[in-house]
């Protein structure tokens, strides 16, 4: 199986890690969760903790024997004992895994479920990052049909950008797009929708954990709830949504009408498969649950991070929230628009998917990074 060998240098990302979204202090402990694909990336992590005063310990989840265990033991049981997992370090890093992910497709979509809230979407118990770019591998990059090294590339330059020009951009937007402000969408593509915010604070995802809370890197979203039954007109995606576990790794989803905050049609030839099947068995409560707005000006084409694009604004449509973190939402998904005007009362504020006051946060290099 091929490897994935970073081409840019591991310790840019380590700082980027460890100074900016951690904020490590010396005497505190560092636990850095990898797999074997990943590890030239855990083992930069390690040096730079070192340096840093922080004592590191490496957790190696070895691939060949989470497949041989998933064989013995079987999903339920695997799950289970990655549940049971505890930490006692300060601050934890997640490199994901594993490389060979296919081989999961095909177990039984529950127990496929059932692994992946487990090991990617387990609650933190430490302030917890997790770095994406252990996503980005050949396999990967086969299976969602993108070139690896551009696809790599442009992950550590995102993961670069600094969370003061993230949190910048994003307040900015905070003044503009107020909770309970009533804005309308707009696209040379037919998009036209109207809706309101919830009056509730929109959360600005800027790459830093908070005490016992997580985060991604890169990062760089403003995300806002938005009010049951105010959703009505067209939205048209012009971005696809990337799901490696999906039967469709890539979806781009079309056009979508919406009505008294609920979707009343759809592009059934354009729609994934899932989401076809699932607004047929939604019984009409498949509705707008958020729009979020991307902040980092150096993601462009990169697969399953799209919706953190700058000025990029997506939509969540899917089931409502479940009522606690125990029961999540049967299905959901983001669709994606570039290029899009957001207006309050015709006065814009995002147009042609230029972020207010600002063409996008500014990018501090480290030493050793290069475009593509």
Not at 88 to 114: C, I, K, S
Not at 164 to 170: C, E, P, Q, S
Request: net charge positive; aromatic share 4%; hydrophobic share 40%.
């Amino acid at each position: 199986m091929p490897r994935a060998r970073p081409v840019l240098p591991a310790a840019a990302l380590a700082r980027a890690a460890l100074d900016g979204a951690l904020r490590v202090r010396r005497g505190e402990r560092l636990t850095i969760e990898t797999w074997n694909h990943a590890l030239p990336w855990a083992r930069a992590l390690v040096v730079a903790a070192h340096r840093r005063g922080v004592t590191p310990t490496l957790v190696l989840r070895d691939e060949a024997a989470y497949f041989e265990a998933l064989a013995g033991i079987g999903a339920g049981a695997l799950a289970s004992s990655a549940r049971r997992e505890r930490s006692t370090a300060d601050a934890v890093v997640r490199l994901d895994g594993p490389e060979a992910f296919p081989r999961l497709l095909g177990l039984p979509t529950d127990e496929l479920d059932r692994l992946l809230r487990a090991y990617l979407h387990r609650p933190p118990r430490a302030r917890t990052l997790r770095m994406r770019i252990a996503d980005v591998t050949p396999v990967a990059a086969d299976r969602l049909g993108v070139d690896f090294e551009r696809w790599q590339e442009e992950v550590v330059r995102a993961s670069e950008v600094e969370p003061v020009g993230l949190r910048a951009a994003g307040r900015q937007l905070s003044r503009a797009l107020h909770p309970g402000a009533e804005i309308r969408i707009q696209h040379p593509n037919g998009s036209d929708l109207r809706l309101a915010l919830a009056r509730r604070a929109p959360r600005l995802e800027d790459g830093v954990p908070g005490p016992g809370g997580s985060a991604e890197l890169p990062s760089g979203r403003w995300v806002a709830a938005v009010a049951p039954g105010t959703a009505r007109g067209e939205f048209e995606t012009n971005r696809p949504s990337y799901d490696r576990y999906a039967d469709e790794p890539v979806a781009l989803h079309g056009r979508m009408d919406f009505g008294d905050g609920r979707l009343r049609g759809f592009e059934e030839d354009r729609a994934s498969q899932a989401f076809a099947a699932f607004v047929r068995t939604g019984k009409g409560r498949v509705r707008p649950v958020a729009i979020a707005v991307g902040l980092n000006p150096e993601i462009r084409r990169a697969p399953e991070l799209l919706d953190r694009a700058a000025g990029t604004l997506s939509l969540l449509v899917g089931d409502p929230p479940g009522r606690s973190s125990d029961r999540p939402p049967r299905f959901q998904f983001l669709a994606s628009l570039a290029g899009a005007d957001v207006s309050i009362d015709g006065r814009p504020v995002i147009a042609r998917g230029a972020l207010p006051g600002r063409p996008a946060p500014a990018v501090k290099r480290r030493g050793g990074s290069r475009a593509p």
